[in-house]
C-alpha cells in the first residue's frame, strides 16, 4: 500500500486532530511518506492551539511486513508537528525501514507546553523494527512530559542530532548513536539495550535545573555536560573527550583513555 498524508510543498499539509487516533497504519508491504502536517496542534495567527487526541497522535502496525515509512524528511518543509497526546506523539508497534526525520514532537522548537507524555515509543511486536532518526544537518526535536523516547525492544539507528526534553529509556533492542549526537534535558537510562556508542557521537546533558543521571551506558566516545547543577554517573569509559561547563560530575570509578580533556 502506497500512500502519502501530506507534503513538502506549501498547501499540501494538513491539520488533524481530536478524535482517539488521528493517524493509524497497518499494512504489510508498501511506501509510506507523512509530512509536513500539523497533528494534534494547529498554528493560526502566531497561535498554538490545543486539538489534540485522546491517544497516540500517529500509531503505526505493520506486524511481519517491510514496510518503508517516513515520518517528516530531509527537508524543513517536511517536518509534522505532533503534539498534545496524553499518551505518544509515535507509537511504532512494529515495522522496518522506519525513518522519523527533521519533525518537532511535543514542540514548536520553542514553547514548553506542546509536550505529549511520550513524544516516541517504539516496540516490537515482530518482525525487526528498525528506526533512523534525524536527517542531515535536521535535528529531530523531541519532547515528552514523562519520557522523550521509549525504546521498548527494536533498534533505532541515529543519523544526525536528536534533542530530547524529558528522559530516555530502554527496555531492549539496540541503540546506535552512529555519527549522530543526542542532547537530553532528563535523564538517561539504557539498562537492557544494546548501546553502541558510535564513532564521533556525542551525548550532551544540558538540565539547568535539575541534578541528571546516565545509566546503562558504560563507555561513551565523547561526553559533553553543559548542566549547571550535577551529573551522576556509573563507572564508565571516556574514549575521545570530556567537557564539564560548570557544576560537577559524580561518579565511583571512571577510565580516562582521551587524548584531551576540557
Request: charged share 10%; aromatic share 6%; net charge negative.
Amino acid at each position: 500500500d502506497n500512500f502519502a498524508i501530506g507534503g513538502s510543498t506549501y498547501g499540501q499539509g494538513n491539520v488533524i486532530g481530536f478524535g482517539t487516533m488521528p493517524i493509524s497504519y497497518s499494512a504489510l508491504a508498501g511506501t509510506a511518506t507523512i509530512s509536513g502536517n500539523y497533528v494534534g496542534v494547529t498554528h493560526d495567527a502566531g497561535v498554538w492551539r490545543n486539538i489534540g487526541p485522546t491517544g497516540d497522535c500517529i500509531y503505526i502496525d505493520a506486524t511481519g511486513g517491510t514496510v518503508a515509512l517516513t515520518i517528516g524528511g530531509a527537508t524543513v518543509a517536511s517536518a509534522n508537528y505532533i503534539c498534545h497526546s496524553p499518551a505518544n506523539g509515535i507509537h511504532l508497534y512494529t515495522g522496518e525501514f522506519i525513518a522519523v526525520q527533521a519533525n518537532y514532537i511535543g514542540t514548536n522548537g520553542v514553547s514548553a507546553d506542546l509536550a505529549n507524555d511520550i513524544g516516541i515509543t517504539i516496540e516490537e511486536g515482530g518482525g525487526t523494527s528498525s528506526m533512523v532518526i534525524g536527517a542531515a544537518a535536521l535535528p529531530t526535536v523531541v519532547r515528552g512530559s514523562t519520557q522523550g523516547i521509549k525504546l521498548v525492544a527494536g533498534n533505532i539507528s541515529q543519523s544526525n542530532t536528536t534533542k530530547v526534553f524529558g528522559n530516555v529509556a530502554t527496555g531492549g533492542g539496540t541503540w546506535g548513536m552512529g555519527l549522530g549526537s543526542l542532547i537530553c534535558s532528563g535523564n538517561i537510562d539504557m539498562g537492557g539495550c544494546v548501546f553502541d556508542n558510535g564513532t564521533t557521537a556525542t551525548i550532551t546533558m544540558d538540565s539547568t535545573t535539575a541534578v541528571q543521571t546516565i545509566a546503562g551506558i558504560t563507555e561513551f566516545e565523547s561526553l559533553h555536560y553543559a548542566g549547571r547543577k550535577r551529573l551522576n554517573l556509573g563507572a564508565w569509559t571516556i574514549n575521545d573527550r570530556l567537557v564539564v561547563e560548570s557544576g560537577s560530575v559524580s561518579c565511583p570509578s571512571v577510565t580516562l583513555t582521551m587524548a584531551d580533556l576540557a
